[in-house]
């Protein structure tokens, strides 16, 4: 009967240790689905900051028109071109005398 007593108990012991185990990594399932789900989203920021940082800003690059109004100020006009379907007469550059 002791012997019984014993065997219970331990058998008791070892199914109170497997579910102590399956509850932990249970917990640590849940804990490295968590971090997954963080990890994607930093990931996701970063991507996105990456993708606004290689986008050209509207006030970024304005050298093109500041040569053109420069032209414009020393007297330089550009050649305008139009169709043949337009009565409006073409124009030449012209420099300053």
Do not use: W, Y
């Amino acid at each position: 009967m002791i012997i019984h007593n014993i065997i219970k108990r331990l058998i008791l012991s070892v199914i109170f240790c497997r579910s102590s185990r399956i509850t932990k990594l249970e917990q640590i399932a849940e804990e490295n689905t968590e971090l997954k789900d963080k990890i994607m989203k930093l990931e996701q920021k970063q991507t996105q900051a990456i993708i606004n940082k290689q986008e050209p800003s509207p006030t970024k690059d304005i050298s093109p028109l500041i040569e053109s109004h420069s032209d414009e100020e020393k007297g330089i006009t550009p050649e305008i071109e139009h169709s043949s379907t337009q009565s409006e007469p073409e124009t030449s550059t012209t420099l300053p005398p």
